[in-house]
């Protein structure tokens, strides 16, 4: 049982991921590489928090959002001026960067050693220790990150989002600031992994840069474009088909090191069929091409 709730609390946190991203690519067409960076940012956040200063659980959360919101910015200022795959390139490029940062700054993220200890979380005199506290907590920021993009993308707000990606210049015709538009969007995006990242760490207890690399980026792509793009159902579809579908692979008996790799070999393949049969997605509402 404990391993099923465990698999579900992994869902609900990539749900979060998947739903923020969704904001950026599925309803401003601008496919970032970066998700996972502003992800370890929230939990490098947290756990030194926590770890060095004892702050609590909420207190870690927020400050992990505002730092993703403030390094996001300084990102996107310049980069959201380039288009479509010079965008996708410098989302790359910072990806790497804040790697070799969670990797080699020995003195405050410890490198590939990793910050143990992380405590869990105590909301409100709720001492969350259980799977199922952890599920019921996971599920309610997947609940908030869901309600967040759904009134964003029901606004005016979110129609410009949408027009940018019919049509950026388009818009720009009828006097929309776009730059600050995707500006927005892109810290919100990075708020809400950061989140993400905060609760993970609390949930593990253990982070190092492992759990952030770039494979964890394209990962978080791979659930929006199975799951479809552009409609808020599509990450959760996404995110669940892509954690639980690689633990079946646990009980066929496989070596572990071969079922590692078959889970890479899944990925991919599910990414490829997608694109060429069904390029919106199992429910999305746009493909990622215009």
């Known amino acids: 049982m404990d391993y099923l709730l465990h698999i579900l609390v992994l869902a609900s946190i ?28 929230g939990a490098y956040t947290s756990a030194l928090l926590a770890v060095q200063l004892a702050a609590p ?50 003195n405050v993220t410890h490198g590939p050693l990793g910050i143990p200890g992380i405590p869990q979380p105590v909301i409100f005199g709720w001492h969350v220790t259980s799977h199922l506290d952890f599920l019921i907590l996971s599920v309610a920021f997947a609940f908030i990150a869901y309600f967040i993009v759904w009134r964003i993308t029901s606004s005016p707000f979110g129609r410009v989002l949408h027009a940018i990606r019919q049509d950026e210049v388009f818009a720009q015709a009828h006097g929309k600031n776009t730059l600050y538009f995707k500006v927005t969007a892109f810290a919100v995006c990075a708020a809400l992994a950061a989140s993400a990242g905060s609760l ?50 646990r009980f066929i008996g496989l070596p572990s090191a071969l079922a590692a790799n078959l889970r890479q070999i899944i990925y991919g393949s599910l990414l490829v069929i997608m694109m060429m049969f069904r390029p919106r997605g199992l429910v999305g509402k746009y493909g990622f091409s215009k």
């Open 14 to 41: 990539f749900t979060v991921l998947a739903i923020s991203l969704d904001l950026l690519a599925g309803n401003s067409g601008l496919l970032s590489l970066s998700q996972a960076a502003f992800y370890g940012l």
């Open 57 to 106: 659980f909420l207190v870690g959360v927020l400050a992990g959002m505002a730092v993703a919101v403030l390094i996001s910015l300084i990102v996107s200022l310049p980069s959201l001026r380039l288009h479509d795959d010079y965008f996708v390139i410098a989302t790359f490029g910072f990806q790497m960067i804040l790697f070799s940062i969670f990797n080699n700054w020995m």
């Open 200 to 249: 993970y760490a609390h949930y593990i207890t253990y982070i190092d840069p492992t759990s952030f690399t770039v494979m964890d980026s394209i990962l978080i792509i791979s659930m929006v474009i199975i799951g479809g793009a552009g409609s808020l159902w599509g990450p959760l579809v996404g995110a669940i088909i892509l954690v639980t579908l690689p633990e079946a692979l």
